[in-house]
């Protein structure tokens, strides 16, 4: 083993840059590689997202043609009625009685409809919170493994410096 008082040589010199210049770009690779990786999965998050948001779309699609059917429904109601009025012109107070019982079905159903709302409402938000807390940590995750990649390739450069210094 070399004393620590001897001199290092231009080999020795060009021996450690090269072997700097080489710790240096297994990093840039290792980084790059990092970043290919994190593409991927980012890649592979969004097509995940753009299926879930086909298939919610789907969803809503269904429920505007449910709607559209619900508007028939009502239309042929509204005739119903119209022709339910005109008996009640004729049998004023049975009329009342009918047309209140036909108004708090209506209403009952109404309240249904409300509720279904509610809780589609409900399942998009807890949905949205999901994404946006997914979001957060791949972010915050990214951010461990970059600074933890520079710790360990300052740890390294500092163990190689010191072998080199060393021996």
Known sequence: MELMTSRWTDDRMDDLKH?????????????????????IRF????????????KVDERFEKVDERFEKVDERFERMDERFERVDERFEAIDGKIDARFETAESRADARLEAINGRFEKADAKFEAMHDQ????????LGLHATLTRFSLWLAGAVIVAVIAALMAS
């Open 43 to 54: 890649d592979r998050l969004e097509k995940s997202l753009d299926r879930r948001f086909e």
């Open 131 to 138: 994404i946006a807390r997914t979001q957060e940590t791949i």
């Open 19 to 39: 072997q700097v210049d080489d710790l240096g770009l297994r990093m840039e690779q290792g980084f790059a590689e990092q970043r290919r990786e994190m593409n």
